[in-house]
């Protein structure tokens, strides 16, 4: 009998951010995630069932990491023209990853104003 996983999922993912109101209009305004709350100088995003929390970097904390966050779109080739009418500049063509019969599963990457890596990965019709 397989045990249960001790750790159900990822509830919550934190971005340091130099100017935190910008980057908080970019994510709100640009990408449209709801805002959950304000609370001691972050804001708290819902994304699915992960909240994304942006607040003020440390003194001797980078912004930008190593990390980068996939955005699930519901419908890809809307999502990909919305955000390039908000001038969101993706530096490459989506690249299929997967094939499966009439779909695939793609990844399209770009920065957010602070260099903080993110994409768009989903199934989309082939």
Do not use: N
Not at 26 to 38: I, K, M, Q, S, W
Not at 42 to 47: A, P
Not at 52 to 73: N, R, T, W
Not at 100 to 125: C, I, M, Q, V, Y
């Amino acid at each position: 009998m397989d045990a249960l996983p001790l750790l159900s999922g990822i509830c919550q993912i934190a971005l340091a951010s130099a100017d935190p109101v910008s980057l908080v209009a970019f994510y709100r305004d640009t990408l449209g995630l709801p805002v959950l709350f304000e609370a001691g100088g972050m804001t708290f995003f819902q994304s699915g069932a992960t909240r994304l929390m942006i607040g003020s970097k440390q003194p001797d904390q980078s912004v930008g990491g190593d990390a980068v966050i996939y955005f699930e779109p519901r419908d890809w080739s809307t999502a990909e023209s919305v955000l390039e009418g908000k001038g969101i500049a993706f530096p490459h063509p989506a690249q299929v990853l997967q094939r499966a019969p009439g779909r695939e599963l793609a990844l399209r990457a770009f920065k957010d104003p602070e260099g903080h890596t993110l994409a768009l990965l989903g199934w989309r019709p082939a």
